[in-house]
């Protein structure tokens, strides 16, 4: 295996990041159900169902609003191999070491049991434990289907139009594009450095580079937040979201809105 893996993995997940962060942009501007509705509505509608998603405490409802953020995301161009890769691993992964204690610490009628461990799992933590994991999985669905299938600015400036505080806007508009501008400056120095090494190096001496490296970046961290916000206050930037393109609700936003309260309202009746 070569000793540069560490370095060129490095190299690859910058290269996906940007990669990932292109194919949100196209599928935000490819005509889909979720992309003809006015943003706000999109907002609103996404939010009703995510905080159904919180209050129902029954698996078969919960399972009903996947299946709809899945038909959703289908419908708005976002592709389920996407969502699987990006977002329901990792989901899983994550959630299933918070949840994982449930199993053996909520009791209830045992099911299975490892006398060896003293471990036994009951019905009532499977329970817990499913639904945990498939709550998180529904709302973190819904949520990444109206990043993609919205420009970020108009997110933020459907906030805006909520009287969201301007301070909060401001934080989400700058962590967005400084998040951007660190993993390209990043991507300059392993570029930088790749470019200059001759022969293999040490698992010792990539070590040592990455740390130089990432004691580096924290330094420049500093310095490129100040530089990008007085690229925004130069480009008229004042903490409020202005786009060329107004917001103007349809008939069919109204519509669109009624048909998300609707679901969401009878989603969390039906699963109390």
Request: with cysteine; net charge positive; hydrophobic share 55%.
């Given at each position: 295996?070569?000793?540069?893996?560490?370095?060129?993995?490095?190299?690859?997940?910058?290269?996906?990041?940007?990669?990932?962060?292109?194919?949100?942009?196209?599928?935000?501007?490819?005509?889909?159900?979720?992309?003809?509705?006015?943003?706000?509505?999109?907002?609103?509608?996404?939010?009703?169902?995510?905080?159904?998603?919180?209050?129902?405490?029954?698996?078969?409802?919960?399972?009903?609003?996947?299946?709809?953020?899945?038909?959703?995301?289908?419908?708005?161009?976002?592709?389920?191999?996407?969502?699987?890769?990006?977002?329901?691993?990792?989901?899983?992964?994550?959630?299933?070491?918070?949840?994982?204690?449930?199993?053996?610490?909520?009791?209830?009628?045992?099911?299975?049991?490892?006398?060896?461990?003293?471990?036994?799992?009951?019905?009532?933590?499977?329970?817990?434990?499913?639904?945990?994991?498939?709550?998180?999985?529904?709302?973190?669905?819904?949520?990444?289907?109206?990043?993609?299938?919205?420009?970020?600015?108009?997110?933020?400036?459907?906030?805006?139009?909520?009287?969201?505080?301007?301070?909060?806007?401001?934080?989400?508009?700058?962590?967005?594009?400084?998040?951007?501008?660190?993993?390209?400056?990043?991507?300059?120095?392993?570029?930088?450095?790749?470019?200059?090494?001759?022969?293999?190096?040490s698992a010792s001496a990539q070590r040592r580079v990455a740390a130089r490296t990432a004691g580096l970046l924290l330094s420049?961290?500093?310095?490129?937040?100040?530089?990008?916000?007085?690229?925004?206050?130069?480009?008229?930037?004042?903490?409020?979201?202005?786009?060329?393109?107004?917001?103007?609700?349809?008939f069919y936003d109204y519509a669109a809105l009624s048909a998300f309260l609707f679901a969401g309202g009878a989603a969390a009746?039906?699963?109390?």
């Amino acid at each position: 295996m070569s000793r540069h893996s560490f370095i060129e993995s490095t190299l690859r997940g910058f290269s996906r990041a940007f990669s990932n962060a292109l194919a949100s942009e196209h599928v935000a501007n490819q005509p889909g159900l979720l992309q003809q509705f006015d943003p706000r509505v999109r907002v609103i509608g996404m939010l009703a169902l995510v905080i159904a998603v919180v209050i129902c405490r029954r698996l078969a409802v919960i399972t009903a609003l996947l299946l709809l953020a899945m038909v959703i995301a289908i419908a708005s161009r976002v592709s389920l191999a996407s969502l699987a890769k990006r977002v329901w691993l990792v989901v899983l992964g994550f959630t299933g070491i918070i949840a994982l204690p449930a199993l053996f610490t909520v009791p209830g009628k045992p099911i299975w049991s490892v006398p060896a461990l003293s471990l036994t799992i009951s019905a009532q933590g499977l329970r817990s434990c499913v639904l945990l994991v498939l709550r998180v999985e529904t709302a973190v669905t819904l949520t990444t289907v109206l990043v993609l299938a919205t420009p970020w600015m108009h997110i933020l400036k459907a906030l805006r139009s909520f009287h969201l505080p301007a301070d909060a806007v401001t934080m989400l508009a700058m962590t967005h594009r400084y998040v951007f501008l660190l993993i390209e400056t990043a991507n300059q120095m392993f570029e930088s450095r790749e470019s200059r090494m001759v022969g293999v190096m040490s698992a010792s001496a990539q070590r040592r580079v990455a740390a130089r490296t990432a004691g580096l970046l924290l330094s420049k961290s500093v310095e490129l937040s100040h530089e990008v916000y007085l690229a925004m206050l130069s480009r008229g930037f004042r903490g409020d979201v202005r786009l060329l393109t107004g917001f103007r609700m349809k008939f069919y936003d109204y519509a669109a809105l009624s048909a998300f309260l609707f679901a969401g309202g009878a989603a969390a009746w039906m699963g109390r």
